[in-house]
């Protein structure tokens, strides 16, 4: 048996045992809807903490693989509602809507596609990442709301070996979802992030995260406006100062404001030419 068959047959056996797994630490994808916009948003719920604070908006998620002693399955993070919180009787699911990618620790980016594959089981039903260069894979149904509007299920997510290999190389694998409901009348979330981590320990989640950040940011009405303060000025320059020289991995916060990854005369010019800018 190979090592995508093998992973997918477990996956199968896991299934019943979805709400055992979800009494582990974890946070949770957050959902509700905005009564302004009447669309689904999302947020971080602590589900394994007293009152389970959510932070919102939220859409970008770390997880560690290695659930139940297999190194490449989590069943993490899950989907959670609470009373109020969804439409009864909602069904809600998602799309693959990106390749996997992989973290590039020397480029500091999630540009490149993984050579390996992301499955996601639920009620038996498996669905693999798209292919690189296919973007998009329709999903199914994660769950439905309870009659009170609440609402909390978990997929088995596995880490699928490139063709070839026995196991997938250690490093930060990138699933992009879009979730939706089946009601007409409410629009589709923006897009989530999720960052699984496969046996490198969280070393480079803090510039994977921040570069998600930067991703999904809009671009301020200063450009050269490095701590988000409104405007360009000393303060900036001090923290791009600070950090260049810096040639991969850095983000915004840290001075790099075309995005390349490093802090260099590149990134000077812009703030030299908004210098005094204020919103």
Known sequence: MTARSSSL????LLIASSAVLATDDHFDVFLTVDAQTNTLTTGRVAFHLPGQPV??????????????GVPTFTDAPGFFAKVGDLPPSTL?????????????????????????????TRFGT??????????????FWLGISSSSGSLHDHADFFLLPAPGNTDPQPGLYLL???????????????PIYIVFDFETNGAQLQPAVAWLNDLITPPPACPGDINADGATNLDDFIILAANFGVTSGASRAQGDLNGDGAVNLDDFIILASDFGCTE
């Open 9 to 12: 047959a477990l996956g199968a």
């Open 176 to 190: 992009t979802l879009t979730l939706r409901t089946d009601s007409p009348a409410i629009a589709h979330a923006e």
């Open 92 to 120: 809600i699911g998602y799309d693959i809507t990106d390749t996997l990618r992989i973290w590039s620790a020397a480029d500091g980016h999630f540009d490149d596609p993984a050579p390996e594959s992301l499955s996601i």
């Open 55 to 68: 932070e919102f908006p939220i859409r970008i998620f770390t997880e560690p693989m290695g659930k139940l």
């Open 126 to 139: 498996t669905i693999e990442t798209p292919t690189f260069p296919a973007t998009f894979a329709a999903g």
